[in-house]
């Protein structure tokens, strides 16, 4: 069992920057896949970035220059960091932790932006 906690949401202006967190624990296997998910209401869940144990990183089309995701092994903790936000970015972002085994989700940190 993994368990995610994920913190650094809030309200923040169009144009403003914020820090996303998700600590894991658990059974860490030392190959993984951390993700971010956002949701707004009313909408599908979708996949903002994604980065392996070895660094490799992937972002959806929406976030590509603005947003950077990054993660320390020793910690288990993923990190988003989320700059020239818009009013669009905003939703419930849910990090998500995949090994060979099994997937797991945190409980999600609201996001908003105002513009």
């Keep these: 069992q993994v368990h995610l906690v994920e913190s650094g949401g809030g309200l923040v202006q169009a144009g403003g920057s ?3 967190s998700c ?4 059974r860490i296997f030392t190959v993984n896949t951390m ?4 949701q707004a209401p009313g909408n599908e869940r979708g996949l903002v ?3 392996t144990t070895g660094g490799r990183t992937n972002y959806a089309d929406s976030v590509k220059g603005r947003f950077t995701i990054s993660r320390d092994n020793a910690k288990n903790t993923v990190y988003l960091q989320m700059n020239s936000l ?3 970015d905003t939703g419930a972002y849910f990090c998500n932790y995949e090994d060979w085994t099994d997937k ?12």
Excluded: C, F, N
């Design 49 to 51: 970035a994604s980065i």
């Design 86 to 88: 818009k009013p669009e």
């Design 35 to 38: 993700k971010w998910y956002r």
């Design 23 to 26: 600590a894991a624990s658990g």
């Design 104 to 115: 797991y989700w945190g409980q999600g940190t609201q996001v908003t932006v105002s513009s």
């Design 18 to 20: 914020l820090r996303l």
